[in-house]
T-cell receptor, first 118, second 114 residues
């Protein structure tokens, strides 16, 4: 069974500082990994996804994540935080089988709330 | 706006009652997923329907059921409600099952059981 663990339920950065949100995964098969963002009182929006092509994945709003198999990690970064980045971020892994198939059902981490100080 | 609609936005009901949550997927999307977001359990996958048929089940209680209709809208039925069922219920839709197409999430239905 697949799972993800997000380190840090709250992260606070200053505007303009580097954003680093941590996610580690557990999977017995090659994983499909995702980062979603949830703004207050809204649904989730996909930031980026890793599907075994390039290990460095670029997403929307200047975010990117790097898949590191040796570290079983998929950390999310952004070079310079904006006030508008304040939200909750979820790492997720898709159910997948040994032959690479997936139904797309997502298994989420507990989430990390990002605060951006002016 | 993701194009996925969910009704109602808010629902307050008493323990032991039954409620129905409705989801209309984006135009052209055949898959509908239901997720529950609670303080205790976080975001959990409940159930997935594709073109009217159940595709996969996650951590869905036996008191909960779902279906997808010919017009592709989906309903999640929650019965014998308990206080612990209070949560935000999201549906998401995608063109087909799998990871090739993005899942678009609706705004959610907030259920409060008193």
């Amino acid at each position: 069974a697949q799972s993800v663990t997000q380190l840090g339920s709250h992260v606070s950065v200053s505007e303009g500082a580097l954003v680093l949100l941590r996610c580690n995964y557990s999977s017995s098969v090659p994983p499909y990994l995702f980062w979603y963002v949830q703004y207050p009182n809204q649904g989730l929006q996909l930031l980026l996804k890793y599907t075994s092509a390039a290990t460095l994945v670029k997403g929307i709003n200047g975010f990117e994540a790097e898949f590191k198999k040796s570290e079983t990690s998929f950390h999310l970064t952004k070079p310079s935080a904006h006030m508008s980045d304040a939200a909750e971020y979820f790492c997720a892994v898709s159910d997948s089988t040994y032959y690479g198939g997936s139904q797309g059902n997502l298994i989420f981490g507990k989430g990390t709330k990002l605060s951006v100080k002016p | 706006d993701s194009g996925v609609t969910q009704t109602p936005k808010h629902l307050i009901t008493a323990t032991g009652q039954r409620v129905t949550l409705r989801c209309s997927p984006r135009s052209g999307d055949l898959s509908v997923y239901w997720y529950q977001q609670s303080l205790d359990q976080g975001l959990q996958f409940l159930i997935h329907y594709y073109n009217g048929e159940e595709r996969a089940k996650g951590n869905i209680l036996e008191r909960f059921s779902a279906q997808q209709f010919p017009d592709l809208h989906s309903e999640l039925n929650l019965s014998s409600l308990e206080l612990g069922d209070s949560a935000l219920y999201f549906c998401a839709s995608s063109k087909t099952p799998g990871i090739n197409y993005e899942q678009y999430f609706g705004p959610g239905t907030r259920l409060t059981v008193t």
